[in-house]
């Protein structure tokens, strides 16, 4: 079974800030939370990855709540291209991953 | 990061036959896993490819069904067999570990159509 829940589905504005939430309450001490996206049945691509601190990248930014229970992804300044099904998953040690049903985000014009 | 090349990128099969999928990685990798995603689903654990020995199944998933070779760090192959119409879905790959500094790597996916 996958370690996280994630909504369903999200729209966003384009141009305008997307926040994707995931819950991980069973996450390990030594487990790092991933984002991916799937964008149109393509590999998933990887986003960003932190521990317990907030991470920033050219792509987005991950704020991981104190007691690591939780995980929001941001993506700054959506664009119709930001389209896809973004994945949350916990892992630690390049171990098997069971991925969730992940959010389809869908940025409209 | 590791690049993973996948082929075929797609292809239609006809019952009772078999499909070979290729994966090959440009710098060598500690894990290998195999994916199925099926129309409109997430992606489903099929097997740990496991260099030099048999692969790690999960949950409903068989080598008769599925095998998988692993001969090296930058090569895996899952062939697809005795394939049915259920078996109509895309086969990913993903690498982790070894110059793949964080995360997993995936290539492009196998989109199979059985007839």
Redesign the interface.
Same mark, same amino acid.
């Given at each position: 079974d996958a370690k996280t829940t994630q909504p369903p589905s999200m729209d966003c504005a384009e141009g305008r800030a997307a926040n994707l939430p995931c819950n991980h309450s069973t996450i390990s001490g030594n487990e790092y939370v $991933?984002w #991916?996206r799937q964008i149109h049945?393509?590999?998933?691509? #990887?986003i960003i990855?932190g521990l317990k601190n907030n991470e920033t990248n050219e792509m987005a930014s991950l704020i991981i709540t104190e007691d690591r229970k939780s995980s929001t992804l941001i993506l700054p300044h959506a664009t119709l291209r930001d389209t896809a099904v973004y #994945?949350c998953i916990v892992?630690g040690g $390049?171990?098997?991953? +069971?991925?969730? +049903?992940?959010t389809k985000l869908q940025v409209i014009p | 990061s590791a690049v993973i090349s996948q082929k075929p990128s797609r292809d239609i099969c006809q019952r009772g036959t078999s499909l070979t999928i290729q994966c090959q990685v440009d710098s060598q990798v500690t894990m290998m896993f195999w994916y199925r995603q099926q129309p409109g689903q997430s992606l489903t654990l099929i097997a740990t490819a496991n260099q030099g020995s048999e692969a790690t199944y999960e949950s409903g998933f068989v080598i008769d069904k599925f095998p998988i070779s692993r001969p090296n760090l930058t090569f895996s192959t899952l062939t697809v067999s005795n394939m049915s119409p259920e078996d109509s879905s895309i086969y990913l790959c993903s690498g982790a570990g070894g110059e793949v500094s964080y995360g997993y790597t995936f290539g492009s996916g196998t989109r199979l159509t059985v007839v």
């Open positions: $991933y #991916y049945s393509q590999g998933p691509q #990887y990855h #994945y892992e $390049y171990q098997k991953v +069971t991925f969730g +049903t992940g | -």
